[in-house]
């Protein structure tokens, strides 16, 4: 039988196809030391705000701050629509640097306190949750249809894999120096990512034309072909789900799993932090090499099941061994759900519009600090473990229903 010429090859050649392309190496390494700084930091101020108060909804109330500017990711997608992507980038980077450096600064000179980490960690989201979109429109400006999937999973693959080294680190000095010195590492990422897209990145054909409508009307224009295309629709019911149920309790409870049911302190934290981001780039790394492959649609639901499966079971250990292995699975099946939801989504939207529908997105992701402070109150009343073994299970039911539901996002993409 021969074979068909079409046909797109498992290879590792596939995978890195878009690295190719200098433009998208630029692209690719300051998110990769962007999101190194941000783990780090998210790490070191969750941290803090457990050691400064001794209470899961604190922790819980901090991470819904850092968290709550994705509510706004409406906004982003449409400038992603209207505005020179790349300066926007840069700028944003530029305010995340001088934040960390003045954070790092307080904490220096014994002047931080509990509601300061909530500021920064507000301020902080503020700056880099709405330009999510921007991020990935620009992408895809850059590698074009083909190499998307690949391209989303590398790119994917820098975000989780930043979660290896970065908080491992971070986790590593708090335990040596304290938490000042490691607040000075996490904000020391940034500058790097800044100056990586300071080399050109120029040639790139805009996949969308401006948007000259009025701010209201183009809204009103994301969310209406959110809602009328079933395939994007459940997409976002399943994004929803995971958001609400299982993201924040690896945004929020790691430090009081690390603390108080598994009594490995703050490098245990590190480390388990760390072995979600191997995981997740493993994850990543497998489906970069796919290239672009049918089937995507399938392997959004089923890692996402499989994650909410892993997570429950996550709550029920209480030996670190057990937990490494189970949160790096966990991470492998979580790569499933974090590239494809934004690679569905923009292949599934009309090119003048990715913009907003990935703004669409980002609100779907915004619900999160909301979950995160009910989940916070659960944790309080009824422990972090049995909280997250619900959550889990609950997770794995509600995609389940998705799919059943969803026939188009199951067959045909």
């Not at 920064?120 to 989201?125: A, H, I, N, P």
């Not at 000259?212 to 459940?234: H, K, Q, Y």
Request: net charge neutral.
């Amino acid at each position: 039988m021969e074979k068909d010429p079409q046909e797109k090859p498992f290879a590792l050649t596939s995978g890195i196809a878009p690295l190719k392309d200098s433009r998208f190496r630029y692209l690719w390494a300051s998110s990769t030391f962007f999101f190194s700084g941000y783990w780090a930091q998210t790490v070191v101020l969750g941290w803090l705000a457990f050691e400064i108060t001794n209470s899961e909804f604190a922790v819980a109330s901090f991470t819904a701050a850092r968290f709550s500017p994705m509510l706004i990711g409406p906004i982003g997608g449409i400038l992603a629509d209207r505005i020179d992507r790349l300066k926007t980038l840069r700028t944003s980077i530029i305010i995340t640097l001088v934040i960390g450096l003045v954070i790092a600064g307080i904490s220096t000179f014994g002047h931080l306190n509990y509601w300061l980490v909530v500021l920064v960690g507000f301020v902080g989201g503020l700056t880099q949750a709405p330009l999510m979109p921007v991020r990935f429109t620009l992408m895809m400006d850059i590698v074009g249809k083909q190499h998307l999937s690949s391209a989303n999973a590398l790119n994917m693959a820098a975000m989780f894999g930043s979660r290896i080294i970065a908080p491992a680190g971070a986790g590593w000095i708090i335990s040596l120096w304290g938490p000042s010195w490691a607040l000075w590492y996490s904000a020391a990422w940034f500058l790097p990512a800044w100056l990586f897209l300071l080399f050109p990145i120029t040639d790139i054909t805009r996949m969308t034309n401006p948007v000259n409508g009025r701010l209201i009307s183009d809204l009103i224009e994301g969310f209406s072909i959110a809602i009328n295309n079933r395939a994007i629709g459940a997409v976002l019911l399943a994004t929803i789900a995971a958001n609400v149920l299982a993201f924040p309790i690896l945004q929020a409870f790691l430090p009081v799993f690390a603390e108080e049911i598994l009594n490995v302190g703050a490098s245990g934290l590190g480390l388990l932090v760390s072995m979600n981001g191997i995981g997740a780039l493993f994850g990543c790394l497998l489906i970069s090499m796919m290239g672009d492959f049918s089937g995507k649609g399938r392997l959004y639901l089923s890692g996402t099941t499989l994650f909410g499966l892993l997570l429950a079971i996550f709550g029920y250990v209480d030996q670190m061994s057990l937990a490494i292995i189970i949160i790096f699975l966990a991470g492998m099946a979580s790569s499933g759900f974090g590239v494809m939801q934004s690679t569905l989504i923009l292949l599934l939207s009309p090119e003048e519009a990715r913009g907003r529908v990935m703004g669409v997105l980002m609100l779907s992701i915004g619900t999160q600090p909301i979950a995160l402070l009910i989940q916070g109150v659960l944790a309080n009343t009824f422990g972090v473990s049995y909280t997250t073994i619900a959550c889990g299970i609950l997770l794995s039911i509600s995609v389940l229903l998705v799919a059943w539901r969803s026939p188009e996002l199951r067959n045909e993409i």
